[in-house]
């Protein structure tokens, strides 16, 4: 029996979106839904109290992370991830093969795969060229070697080893291990992946289900991988819809064009029953077109770090509070927002607090960035329960991407 | 008419302490009381309501920061302090004076002062020895001039101009401006000092009486300097008493065995029905100290300074969550402890915010340490009401400073 619920309110008549709701043993989710993302066990710059007021409902924490520090067995020790941070609704850890394959993307610096006999293959990770960077991971059969950032010691990450560590962090819904590949690798290393992701699929799945008292509690999603490929995206979808997972992800980097094509392949095979994670998308065009082609889950880091940046969302695109005009703008971040940082401070305060560089500046950028994603998504689900999808895609994203303020 | 209301509930058999009740026009505070600061209009890390919930009822904003950033003009056009920074409580503000004088407190760097010919006189400041960092203050009969840390730009503050800023910002409680000495400052410097401190706090008194408006709503304390020196502190008290101020603030840097002595020379002439605030203290024993020597108010950035460097308060002195004993501690950071940090998070989670540079560890630890001192001094008034001072002194102090943990 699975540990979740998920039951579909409504469906488009035109595309795979719905509305539904996933219950966990931490509490129900409206679907969609956008889950905030708590890296290290805990939002950056907020309490769990002002997560869950601006309207969260599920967080999700890194399992690479957690493992480096503190430590899975620290969470565990904890009496679990919800107890350790203080967050009593639904949570969810990823499998940590993203950021073991890619420190890039937490570290900023990038690595290149190797290929089983040492070879560099295929030239992987993030924006800054990983010509300069050493080499840190390295991936066989078995799964995959890496090192720490901390302090150079060598970790190996296994499908069995990624689920026990998710079992002692203890989240509602955790993560199949997988590779994730670069959109721009070739046909022939997509397949080799996604074959390896999905004999990895088979065993992080058996892992779970030997451990029953965690499995009874915890909900393992399978995650689909392809790349930009029709055909293996297809396959890759009706192998892992093929195995007992309580929900899927859909991996990979994509090419902004892609995305939306590759999600509605996927989603098309995936059966309609179990709920889908669109992992690393919070974009407002990519919400809709994530919806549209029937995912209920997404999470992303772009709004809180986007936040810490001083660049705010509003319905009329986004502005960035260390432009001068600010300074005198008593005008809340949005009129009509009902997120705490527009119903207590204007603009004008916000922009003093990072022009101070005060740490408070960050937590009310991220309440209102995070208020906006969480509750557009939240707008998208009323859209579709009232059949009036399409219009409200169509008027959010016209005033949002019409007019940029800078 | 005084917009203030001060009235003593109740006095120290032995010593000039007192719990009495001061009234403003946002509401009243209990004292003795710890004045929350809030240097740039925020609490470092905290939200007003996190400010409000630990138990705090007053803040204290800084003039010199709050008028180079983002400028006093913007604190005025946004409705004020209380509006701006969404703190509807009691709020005061310092005269601006003490950093203009001694950025090196503010901003890493030491000054020297400068005589009225341009000569060195007295070599002032911070703890870095004087002699590396440029001359950035000086000053005349008219006020102190001092270059902006932001970009080297000239400033003058005069006794008028440190009162307009401060009517500006409309804090309920703001002081006179002066000049704070250093405690090794020679007897004739401190003399002259003195003096001109004097004639300064007539120039300030004249011109917050001059605004009818803001001196009906805003109370201006006058401020007591002349150093160590019996004759200097019992003279400046004397002049200072025999102004018209709503209360009285207690200046200059104490060598530490000085400070009660000189307290207690003040406040033994200041008048009893108003009052007194001693400037920059917050370590417990001297809390005990300044309350038993008649002192009401009390201010400093250390609890929240410590608790951003993760040193923490308990009643058996103060603990370093860096030390590796706390990663795996799963008890609060002090058992027994009303505040929202130990009652939500242990020691184990603290300590991994710590280590893993997030900013949620600098508002949990700032809300313990805030709450302790606050708290701290709320029992000492108790301890006052009920007739138990010295044994709650005695208590209090034997176990904060009798055992030191690491």
């Known amino acids: ?170 989240a509602d819904m955790i993560f199949a291990f ?6 721009h690798a070739s046909h022939s290393y997509q397949k080799e992946a996604m074959e390896r992701t999905h004999r990895w699929a088979q065993r992080s799945l058996d892992a779970h289900k030997k451990n029953t008292e965690a499995s009874a509690k915890q909900g393992l ?31 990979g980097s994509f090419d902004k064009e892609d995305m939306y094509t590759v999600v509605g392949w996927v989603n098309t095979i995936l059966p309609e029953e179990k709920p889908r994670h669109l992992l690393g998308i919070g974009e407002p065009a990519d919400l809709f077109g994530g919806v549209e082609n029937g995912c209920d889950l997404f999470d992303c880091v772009a709004p809180t770090r986007m936040a810490r940046n001083g660049t705010l969302h509003t319905s009329l695109g986004r502005i960035n509070l260390f432009n001068a005009k600010f300074v005198n703008d008593f005008t809340p971040v949005e009129e009509g927002c009902g997120c705490y940082t527009c119903t207590h401070y204007t603009r004008a305060y916000v922009a003093h607090l990072f022009r101070a560089k005060e740490m408070f500046a960050a937590t009310l950028a991220s309440i209102h960035n995070l208020y906006f994603i969480v509750h557009l998504v939240k ?11 399409s219009e409200y895609k169509g008027e959010f994203l016209k005033r949002y991407y019409g007019k940029i303020q800078t």
Chains 1, 2 share one sequence.
Request: aromatic share 8%.
């Open 1 to 170: 029996m699975s540990p979740l619920t998920f039951t579909i309110e409504k469906k488009l008549k035109n595309g795979l979106g719905r509305a539904g709701v996933l219950e966990t043993p931490h509490g129900k989710i409206e679907t969609p839904a956008f889950v905030v993302v708590g890296t290290k066990a805990t939002t950056k710059a907020l309490s769990p109290e002002q997560v869950r007021d601006l309207g969260a409902e599920v967080v999700l924490a890194n399992t690479y992370h957690l493992y480096l520090q503190p430590g899975d067995r620290v969470l565990q020790e904890a009496g679990g991830l919800h107890r350790f941070m203080n967050w009593q609704g639904p949570t969810m850890t990823d499998s940590g093969g993203f950021q073991a394959f890619s420190l890039g993307a937490a570290f900023g610096t990038s690595i290149s795969k190797i290929a089983k006999g040492g070879k560099e293959e295929e030239s992987e990770g993030g924006d800054k060229g990983s010509q300069e960077v050493p080499i840190m991971a390295k991936i066989t059969e078995d799964g995959v070697t890496f090192k720490s950032p901390f302090n150079g010691s060598e970790h190996h990450f296994t499908p069995e080893r990624s689920i026990e560590i998710q079992h002692n962090i203890g």
């Open 178 to 183: 997988d590779e994730c590949t670069s959109p």
């Open 379 to 389: 707008k998208i689900r009323q859209s579709i329960l009232d059949e009036r999808f």
């Open 221 to 251: 999603f399978g995650i689909v991988q392809g790349g930009r490929f029709e055909d293996l995206r297809k396959e890759s979808a009706k192998v892992i819809a093929g195995m007992d997972f309580d929900g899927f992800g859909i991996g």
